[in-house]
């Protein structure tokens, strides 16, 4: 199966985007400990006493990136791999591959740093565009079957 070159493109784009979602968790557990923000009360307690329950901006900014990871990474872990077996350029799959990566890449910087409206939107959008791009050709290839 990784015989495929476009696959193999696949899973390296796929394996650094969980990779950057298990590095956005840690970021969250590690603001959560520094800002002593915990969102259970045995964790708080572990950690200075029950007043450390509670929430914090920049703790809810971090878990707001992870969640908009899961939101826009899975669904293209899934299109990724069904793109994957249309056979499509490997040129072209490279390009929807890492446009993807790099949009969710600066999205998730965007995210962390509070940096300047419009990027963190314009980031997503550049990462929609290779998906909408996959989706249309995952259907053209098999609206036949239907």
Not at 47 to 59: A, I, K
Not at 76 to 81: K, V
Request: charged share 15%; net charge positive.
């Amino acid at each position: 199966m990784l015989g495929s070159p476009v696959f193999s493109c696949f899973v390296f784009y796929s394996t650094l985007l969980v990779l950057k979602m298990y590095i956005i968790a840690i970021i969250t557990g590690q603001v959560r400990l520094r800002k002593k923000a915990f969102a259970n009360v045995e964790d708080a307690m572990r950690h200075g006493g029950e007043q450390f329950c509670r929430e914090d901006p920049y703790v809810a900014r971090c878990r707001r990136a992870h969640l908009n990871d899961l939101e826009n990474i899975l669904p293209f872990l899934f299109l990724g791999a069904i793109y994957s077996l249309t056979e499509p350029s490997l040129a072209i799959a490279r390009g929807h591959f890492l446009i993807f990566f790099l949009g969710r890449l600066v999205h998730s910087v965007a995210y962390l740093f509070a940096l300047k409206a419009p990027t963190r939107s314009l980031a997503y959008i550049v990462a929609q565009v290779p998906c909408v791009s996959m989706v249309v050709q995952i259907l053209i290839t098999v609206a036949s079957y239907a």
